[in-house]
C-alpha cells in the first residue's frame, strides 16, 4: 500500500515538473536569436535591441515593450484580433500616426540621385562606404521620429541584400517603443527578361511569370493560384509580407494604359482569377494564415478601368472615370464576389487600395480615396469589408499641373494637406500611400477633436490601428520578422519555381492566325528576322531612352532553334517582332499651347489617327486648374510612336514573297490589326515571356492553348462608340481567314480551340 501511494506520488510530480520545464530552445543565427517553441510558435529576436524573453508554462514569449510581464499582445497563443485590441489601446496616438503611413518608395540600396535617392550616414551611397544593405538616414529617421511601419521596397540589388537589409530594419524597430515590426510590401516583381534564357536548373533573383494579364489569358484560375502561392514564398523569402497587388480593375476601356496589369475584361473571368490569386497568396500552405503568408492589397476600388478616353488617373488629364453604361456593378464584382469570398481559411482579402479617379455620379465628386459615399457606405457599409483601406501613392500632395507627376489630390485640390489627410480619414481611409511624415495625420487628429471630441477620435485612429496590426500579426511578424540570408538565396529564384514560371509562359502566349498552318516550323530552317527601330522616349520620371536600332529577340537563343541568316532571299521564313501601337496618353501640352484644350486621342492603330467619331462633349471634367468642362477631342489628330513596327511587318512581307512571315507582337492592350494582318502567315500574341518560350512554340516543341481575355477590335469607330464601362462591346476585327479576334477567341495547331475554358466564360 505504501509503495502504491510512493508511485502515486512520484506519478503526480513527474507530470507538475514535465509541466513546468522548459518547452523550448534557442539557436543563436546570424544576426538574430531564434527560439523554438515546442509544439508553439518559432520567435527571433536581435540580442542588442532590448528585447528579453519572459517564460510562461514553460513557453518562451518576447517582452517587446520591455516591461517584464507578458502583455496580451505578445502572447503568441491569442488570436491577431484580441492582440491587436490590447496593442492598440496601449499606443499613443503618435504610435497610431506611424502606423497609418506608408512609406514613398524605397531602393536598396538607394539612389544617388533622383527617383528613390537616400543618403548614408550624411553622403549619397557611392560615396558613403556604407553596404547595400544598411539602413539610410532617411529610413532611420522614419522608422524612429515618424514611427513608420509599412516600407515599399522597389528595385533591390540581390535577394541576399534585402534579406540582411530587412533583418537590419527590423532589429532597428524592435528596439524602439513597442517593438511593432516593420510590414514590407512591393508591387509586382516577377516579370520577365525576354532576353533571359531558360533551363531546367536555372536560378535567378526571383522566379518569371507572365504578368496577370498573361496568366489571365489560360483562362486557369488554378494557375493564378499556384503562382500565388510560389510568388508568396519568394516573397517572404525576401522579408516582404504585404503585396501591392493585384490589380483586379476590369479592363473595359481598350485605351488605358495600365490595361496590361488588369485579368481582362470579363467579371466573370476576372473574379475567379482574382480569388485565386488572393487566396494562393493569403494562405499558408493552402491553410490558414502564416509564415508563408502574403498580405493581398487588392486595386483599385471601384475598378479603376472606365477612365474617359482611356487616359489614366495619375495625371490630372485622367481624374475622372466615367460610366456611360451605368455599369459599376461588374467594376466591384471582381472585389465582392473574388477577392472577399475567397475558398481559402483567410476568407477575405486584407487590404484595399481605392485608385485616384473621381468616380462620377457614385458619391461626393473627389477622388476614391475621399468619398465616403465609396468607402463608408457601400464597400465598408453595403459589402462589410472590414480590413486595411490605403490610398493610392500621393493622393494628399499639392498638384500644380495636368500633366505634371507630382500630387494626386483630385476633387480636393484647393485643400491643405492636412486637410486632406482629415477628409480621407473622415471617409473610412486607414492609412496614407507614399507618406513618411507623420505631421499632417496628427494636424488631422486635431481637426477630427474640433468637429467631435477626444474620444470619438481616439476610438476612430484605434479602429485603424487595429486593422493595421491585424495584418502584421497574421503574418507572424511580431513572433519572427527575421531571415536567414542562406535560405533565402536557396528559396527566391530556386529551380522548381523559375519551372512553373516558364511553363506559365508557355501557357500564355495567344496564336491569333496560322494561314495555311504555316505553323509549326521545323527546327533549323534558315529564319530571317530585321532589327527593330524604338523612338526616343521619355518616361514619367523624366528620364530620356534615346533612339536606337536592335534587334527584337535573342540572337542566341534563336539560333538554337534556327539558322540565322542576314539575306531575306536566303531564309525560309522571317519572323518580325514588334509592339502594340503607341500613340501617348491622351494629353499634349503642345496641343494646349496653341490656345486648345489640350486633350487629343489614344489610338490602337500605328497610322496617324483623327478622332472624327469621338464624343463632341466630354463626360466629365471641372479641374480647379482648368478654365473649362469640356475634355474633347473630336477632330484632333495623333501620331503613333512606333508606326515604324507596322512598316517593319509590311516591308519585310515584301521582301520574302510568298515565304511565310511569322509576326510576334508584345501587346499592353488591345490593337486594330486591319494595317498588318494580311502581311503576316502566322500572328502570335503575349504580354511578356522569354524569347525562349516563343521559340519553343514556333518551332512545335509547345502547342499553342491560350485565349484573348479582351477583344481585339475591328477599327478605332468602334473604339471610339464603345462605353468605358462596359465589358466586350465593340467590334471585334475579323481576319483574312474569317476568324473572329473576340474575346475568348485563341487557335491551335487544329484550328480554333473550343474547349470547356470557353464554354465557361463565353
Not at 100 to 126: C, D, E, R, T, V
Request: hydrophobic share 35%.
Amino acid at each position: 500500500m505504501i509503495e502504491k501511494k510512493l508511485f502515486l506520488v512520484l506519478l503526480i510530480s513527474g507530470v507538475f515538473l514535465t509541466s513546468c520545464s522548459k518547452k523550448f530552445t534557442t539557436e543563436q543565427k546570424e544576426g538574430y536569436v531564434q527560439v523554438s517553441n515546442r509544439d508553439g510558435s518559432t520567435l527571433g529576436y536581435h540580442p542588442e535591441s532590448g528585447v528579453k524573453l519572459l517564460t510562461v508554462d514553460g513557453y518562451a514569449f518576447k517582452d517587446m515593450n520591455k516591461n517584464g510581464t507578458l502583455d496580451s499582445y505578445e502572447d503568441w497563443r491569442l488570436s491577431a484580433d484580441v492582440r491587436a485590441n490590447d496593442l492598440a489601446t496601449k499606443l499613443t496616438l503618435v504610435d497610431i500616426g506611424g502606423l497609418m503611413l506608408y512609406s514613398s518608395h524605397q531602393s536598396i540600396p538607394g539612389a544617388s540621385s533622383g527617383f528613390g535617392s537616400s543618403n548614408y550616414n550624411g553622403k549619397p551611397f557611392g560615396e558613403s562606404g556604407a553596404l547595400a544593405s544598411d539602413l539610410s538616414d532617411e529610413q532611420k529617421k522614419f522608422l524612429k521620429d515618424d514611427h513608420l511601419r509599412h516600407v515599399l521596397i522597389t528595385r533591390v540589388e540581390t535577394p541576399s541584400t534585402v534579406a540582411q537589409w530587412n533583418n537590419n530594419a527590423q532589429a532597428f524597430a524592435e528596439g524602439l517603443d513597442f517593438g511593432i515590426p516593420v510590414n514590407t510590401s512591393s508591387d509586382p516583381r516577377h516579370g520577365t527578361d525576354s532576353y533571359a534564357e531558360f533551363n531546367a536548373g536555372a536560378g535567378g533573383a526571383i522566379s518569371m511569370w507572365p504578368g496577370t494579364l498573361g496568366i489571365a489569358a489560360t483562362f486557369d484560375p488554378t494557375l493564378m493560384q499556384q503562382f500565388g502561392e510560389i510568388a508568396s514564398k519568394e516573397y517572404r523569402a525576401l522579408g516582404i509580407a504585404t503585396a501591392l497587388s493585384p490589380q483586379i480593375d476590369l479592363a473595359t476601356e481598350p485605351r488605358w494604359s495600365r490595361f496590361d496589369g488588369t485579368m481582362g475584361e470579363d467579371p466573370d473571368l476576372a473574379t475567379d482569377l482574382a480569388r485565386a490569386y488572393v487566396d494562393g497568396f493569403q494562405s499558408t500552405n493552402g491553410g490558414d494564415w502564416g509564415f508563408e503568408s502574403v498580405n493581398a492589397m487588392v486595386k483599385h476600388w471601384p475598378g479603376g478601368g472606365p477612365e474617359e478616353g482611356g487616359r489614366d488617373g495619375h495625371f490630372g488629364y485622367g481624374a475622372y472615370a466615367v460610366y456611360p453604361g451605368k455599369n459599376i456593378k461588374d467594376h466591384i464584382q471582381p472585389f465582392t464576389q473574388g477577392a472577399f469570398k475567397l475558398e481559402g481559411a483567410t476568407k477575405m482579402a486584407s487590404a484595399v487600395m481605392p485608385y485616384y479617379t473621381i468616380s462620377t455620379g457614385e458619391g461626393e465628386a473627389v477622388g476614391n480615396g475621399f468619398n465616403k459615399y465609396l468607402i463608408t457606405d457601400v464597400l465598408r457599409g453595403e459589402y462589410g469589408y472590414d480590413g486595411v483601406l490605403c490610398t493610392d501613392w500621393g493622393i494628399t500632395r499639392d498638384v500644380s499641373a495636368m500633366d505634371k507627376f507630382e500630387g494626386k489630390s483630385w476633387g480636393v485640390e484647393t485643400m491643405s494637406v492636412a486637410e486632406r489627410h482629415y477628409k480621407a480619414i473622415e471617409a473610412g481611409m486607414d492609412q496614407f500611400g507614399g507618406n513618411n511624415a507623420l505631421g499632417p495625420i496628427l494636424e488631422a487628429y486635431k481637426m477630427g477633436v474640433a468637429e467631435h471630441d477626444e474620444d470619438q477620435m481616439r476610438k476612430r485612429f484605434e479602429t485603424s490601428a487595429v486593422r493595421l496590426l491585424k495584418n502584421i500579426f497574421r503574418t507572424g511578424l511580431f513572433e519572427n520578422p527575421y531571415l536567414d540570408v542562406a535560405e533565402t538565396e536557396k528559396i527566391v529564384g530556386k529551380a522548381e519555381y523559375m519551372q512553373a514560371g516558364y511553363d506559365a509562359q508557355l501557357r500564355s502566349v495567344i496564336l491569333l492566325k496560322n494561314q495555311g498552318k504555316a505553323l509549326p516550323l521545323k527546327e533549323k530552317q534558315k529564319v530571317y528576322f530585321p532589327k527593330r527601330y524604338i523612338a526616343t522616349s521619355t518616361n514619367w520620371k523624366g528620364e530620356v531612352t534615346p533612339e536606337k536600332t536592335e534587334y527584337p529577340f535573342n540572337i542566341e537563343v534563336v539560333s538554337k532553334y534556327f539558322e540565322v541568316v542576314e539575306n531575306p532571299k536566303e531564309a525560309d521564313f522571317a519572323l518580325v517582332g514588334i509592339k502594340s501601337p503607341d500613340s501617348g496618353v491622351g494629353y499634349d501640352r503642345a496641343d494646349l499651347e496653341k490656345g486648345s484644350n489640350g486633350y487629343v486621342p489614344i489610338s490602337l492603330q500605328y497610322e496617324s489617327y483623327t478622332a472624327k467619331d469621338a464624343r463632341e462633349t466630354s463626360l466629365a471634367g471641372g479641374s480647379p486648374l482648368e478654365d473649362f468642362i469640356n475634355r474633347t477631342y473630336q477632330g484632333k489628330t495623333v501620331k503613333t510612336n512606333n508606326t515604324t513596327d507596322m512598316k517593319l511587318v509590311n516591308e519585310t512581307k515584301a521582301k520574302m514573297g510568298d515565304k511565310p512571315v511569322i509576326v510576334i507582337i508584345h501587346v499592353s492592350k488591345p490593337m486594330i490589326f486591319s494595317e498588318i494582318e494580311s502581311s503576316a502567315s502566322s500572328i502570335l500574341v503575349h504580354m511578356g515571356v522569354q524569347d525562349q518560350a516563343l521559340m519553343e512554340i514556333i518551332s512545335g516543341a509547345t502547342e499553342p492553348s491560350a485565349l484573348l481575355p479582351f477583344q481585339m477590335p475591328a477599327d478605332m469607330t468602334t473604339v471610339e462608340k464603345q462605353f468605358e464601362d462596359v465589358p466586350r462591346d465593340m467590334k471585334p476585327y475579323v481576319d483574312f481567314d474569317g476568324n473572329i479576334y473576340d474575346f475568348a477567341f485563341g487557335l491551335n495547331w487544329n484550328g480554333v480551340i473550343s474547349d470547356e475554358r470557353v464554354a465557361a466564360y463565353k
